[in-house]
Nanobody
Framework: QVQLVESGGGSAQAGGSLTLSCAAS?????MGWFRQAPGQERKGVAF????????HYADSVKGRFTISRDSAKNTIYLRMNSLKPEDSAVYYC???????????????WGQGTHITVSS
């Protein structure tokens, strides 16, 4: 497991933008973000591999969110544009293998950061 430190959470108006970052203590094959809204299960949002920079997005965020990676800093970023109230959730950074986009492929988790989008 690696240590993950998130930053960048906060509030925005609908249509606005926010950027999250997550710094890892070591290189991992795959990193990404899950989110969990109140009363809902945690769901995958976006993922990026360390070797090919392959990316995968949930359908709900395609075209609005962009995940990127700075390999020199072992840091990933999630740029969130055109935010909607339904994007409000706790966002968790994660690291693992990217064998699948489910929680079972990830063994390291950040502490979570809150995103609130108001209409």
């Amino acid at each position: 497991q690696v240590q993950l430190v998130e930053s960048g959470g906060g509030s925005a108006q609908a249509g606005g933008s926010l950027t999250l970052s997550c710094a890892a203590s070591a290189i991992t094959p795959c990193m990404g973000w899950f989110r969990q809204a109140p009363g809902q299960e945690r769901k995958g949002v976006a993922f990026i591999s360390s070797d090919t920079f392959f990316t995968h997005y949930a359908d709900s965020v395609k075209g609005r969110f962009t995940i990127s990676r700075d390999s020199a800093k072992n840091t990933i970023y999630l740029r969130m544009n055109s935010l909607k109230p339904e994007d409000s959730a706790v966002y968790y950074c994660t690291a693992g293998t990217c064998n699948s986009w489910s929680e079972s492929s990830f063994d390291s988790w950040g502490q979570g950061t809150h995103i609130t989008v108001s209409s």
